[in-house]
């Protein structure tokens, strides 16, 4: 099939630049991954075209794996016919001793020995321990290398002037991997003394996190879990939460709302360059920021939609904002790395325990929320994508973390209600994204992190409203921990697929409040009203009406005003549409089931 036509275009490939270099480096981490039968058929039939083509003009393959154990696969991997295997020694440790012990006579082992996708310093000393025994039965047909390609971290802590020493100290970006390579290199050479100094200094890395965590008199680790379980949950259930809310809030059938971010002017991205520059002062600042709050909320008035956001324009990235405002996060100034495409981003470092020594968005949302009626819906960031989108500490496992900022997020929520935000969404767009690559390990994590969750927003009573979003993904395969959340509402990416989340709901009934996104806010174009109003009439074959909602698919900030707000008047026409089919144009929601039944019976 298409793997034998790509094998045979890169035999084509490999037999012409064969005679020119002494490796080819072909990646293939899918090994990591649980692999349909198939595909190990696949993998040998490929190889055995490309091998030839490599060995006719001596050149030799090295085949790369890595960000996880091989398991299942590894025989597969050890039986191609090439000259080199890379393995990831950080994530899968035991494995990669195993196979030294399987290497063909004559094969290359690349020893993936430094972390590739973390920020901490080699411990120097374990990794010589580590490594001795493959030293001994390999030779020289070991080699060192990174555990994965170097484009996940940054380029080089020297050009960092702004870290506190101790977090220093601690961390190795790429430049600092390839010497700490080097190093490894030259010990195993001429023994461990001639890195003695280098050795010693790196051992200081890891007790500098342990110092800071019993300094700040952290956790360690030690979580009660039943009592944060018990902790984890809402009053009472959704069915009697949505009674009073719907008597507080009295929205409409089909509310609309956006998800939180508007347009990200050049004014203010100016205003905070300056800020940063000291050209302007914090309250010079802080009216340029309460000016675009009170331009999105008369905006948003204007457009008719039901529940309002302040529009996040204090915000510089949606996850470096929060980690500003928390202890435990250390930022560089130039660490930038790829996120997607051409998109980078700076992903924050936390190094020690996350606290929230004052609050976050409170007075932005107290703010927005004086200047109308209508609810404005409190925004912040969730623990899981804070944690995934940040370099998280290894010297405890990333679930102590995600509870640690859960905590943290708990008590802004909390002061957020009392500030008297009624309605507070909490975005998750990171939680697929951090499921583990294997299915079996799929459930803990789940587990985990929809605890974390969980904390960070059930400590409001059953007036407040908790809202997540979602979006970068398919959410099919998980919507039943998604449902585990217990949000009241979530928001969800449906528009780019044109609705295909709702297939899950075929087998699986959503029980709470659902905006699966109307339009795709990546495009340019502006969406029409009736292409969204026959979205809405496909999510109603699947939503009960009294349960859904009417949104974009995510945040507007890399939108124009112009294209916004053409687009929300279109979203806004689209509801008003399908109220005014489904609901009578009923002005209020009273949630009474016997119409609800009623309405879903006729779709
Ligand atoms: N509230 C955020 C925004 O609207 C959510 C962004 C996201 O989902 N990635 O920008
Ligand atoms: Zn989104």
């Given at each position: ?24 480096q072909?990646?293939?981490p ?13 993998f040998?039939?490929?190889y055995?075209?490309?091998a ?43 494995e ?17 020995i430094?972390?590739?996708r ?68 030259r010990a195993i ?21 342990a ?8 956790t ?5 879990l ?7 949950r ?7 939460r949505?009674?009073?809310q719907?008597?507080?809030?009295s ?23 300056e ?17 675009e ?6 905006v ?12 996040e ?6 996850v470096e904002?929060?980690?500003r ?8 100034q ?5 996120s ?16 929230r ?13 004086s ?27 990333r ?8 905590l ?5 929520v ?21 499921l ?47 449902a ?32 699966p ?37 995510c ?15 279109n979203?806004?026409?689209a ?11 009923a ?17």
């Open positions: 099939g298409r793997a034998a036509e790509i094998a045979e275009a890169y035999a084509a490939v490999i037999a012409e630049i064969a005679p020119h270099v002494e490796w080819v072909l990646d293939e899918v090994l990591a991954l649980d692999l349909p039968e198939e595909w190990h058929s696949a040998r039939s490929a055995a075209l490309i030839p083509a490599a060995r006719s003009g001596s050149t030799r393959i090295m085949v790369a794996t890595y960000f996880g154990p091989l398991a299942e696969n590894l025989p597969l991997l050890l039986e191609l016919p090439v000259h080199g295997l890379h393995l990831d020694a950080v994530r899968a440790p035991e990669t001793h195993e196979a030294a012990t399987r290497l063909g006579d004559d094969t290359v082992l690349s020893v993936g430094v972390n590739g973390n920020v901490w310093r080699n411990d120097l000393a374990a990794s010589l321990e580590y490594l001795s025994p493959i030293v001994d039965r390999l030779g020289d047909r070991l080699w060192l290398a990174p555990s994965c390609s170097l484009l996940h971290v940054p380029i080089d802590v020297e050009q960092e002037t702004a870290f506190p020493p101790e977090v220093k100290g601690t961390l190795a970006f790429a430049d600092q991997k390839l010497i700490e390579l080097s190093l490894l290199k050479e001429s023994g461990a003394d001639a890195i003695g100094a280098e050795i010693e200094q790196s051992t200081r890395g890891a007790p500098a996190q110092t800071t965590r019993r300094a700040k008199g952290g360690g680790g030690g979580f009660d039943s009592a944060l379980r018990h902790k984890a809402r009053d009472e259930p959704y069915e009697v949505r009674r009073v719907r008597q507080r809030f929205l409409p059938a089909f509310p609309t709302t956006t998800i939180g971010s508007f347009p990200q002017t050049a004014e203010i991205r100016r205003a905070r360059r800020r940063r520059a000291g050209k302007i002062d914090r309250s010079e600042y802080d009216a340029t920021i309460r000016a709050i009170d331009r999105t909320i008369a948003q008035e204007e457009l008719g939609l039901d529940v309002l956001v302040h529009g324009a204090e915000r510089t990235d949606m904002y929060f980690g405002k928390l202890d435990g996060f250390a930022f560089t130039n660490g930038w790395v790829q997607y495409g051409t998109r980078c981003v700076k992903p924050p470092i936390i190094h020690g325990d996350v606290r020594p004052e609050p976050i968005t409170v007075e932005w949302a107290r703010y927005a929320q200047r109308t009626d209508r609810p404005v819906k409190g925004m912040l960031t969730g623990p899981i994508t804070i944690l995934q989108w940040s370099f998280a500490r290894e010297d405890q496992p679930r102590n973390t995600a509870l640690q900022i859960a943290a997020l708990r008590d802004e909390d002061e957020l209600e009392r500030a008297g935000i009624g309605i507070i969404q909490v975005d998750e767009p990171a939680l697929r994204e951090g583990p690559l294997r299915l079996a390990g799929w459930e803990n994590y789940l587990e985990w992190a929809t605890l974390a969750f969980r904390l960070a927003t059930s400590g409001v009573t059953n007036q407040t409203q908790i809202h997540t979003h979602m979006c970068y993904s398919r959410f099919n395969d998980i919507i039943e921990a998604i585990r959340l217990d949000a009241d509402v979530i928001t969800i990416e449906a528009a780019r697929s044109r609705m295909s989340l709702l297939d899950a709901f075929e087998r699986f009934r959503y029980p709470n409040e659902i905006g996104g109307v339009y795709d806010i990546h495009s340019p174009l502006i969406p029409r009203v009736d292409s969204m109003v026959e979205l809405l009439e496909r999510a109603l074959t699947r939503v009960p009406a009294d349960r859904l909602w009417v949104n974009p698919d945040g507007l900030k890399t939108r124009t005003w112009d294209d916004v707000s053409a687009a929300l008047r979203m806004v026409a509801a008003r549409i399908v109220r005014e089919k489904h609901a009578g144009g002005a209020r929601r009273d949630g009474g089931s016997s119409r609800r039944e009623k309405i879903t019976s006729a779709v």
